[in-house]
């Protein structure tokens, strides 16, 4: 018996997408999210940049900003 839903024409083994999610940890809200068909430390990186951009978190020097 095989459990969850899976989409019409969904093929596991071709298939397979990459979500990036970053989340605020003290609100617990999405700030950013992407899904791309490979797994890339530069897509990752952009996604993180594009939510300090969008929640206006500057980086350059602040506590707790790493990039």
């Not at 990036?20 to 999210?33: A, E, H, N, Q, T």
Request: aromatic share 14%; proline share 3%.
């Amino acid at each position: 018996m095989e459990l969850g839903y899976h989409l019409p024409g969904y093929n596991r083994q071709r298939d397979l997408f990459y979500l990036y999610l970053i989340m605020d940890v003290f609100s617990r809200k999405i700030v950013g999210w992407e899904v791309y068909e490979a797994e890339s430390v530069s897509q990752a990186s952009m996604v993180f940049r594009k939510a300090c951009l969008r929640e206006g978190i500057a980086g350059g020097g602040r506590p707790g900003v790493a990039f």
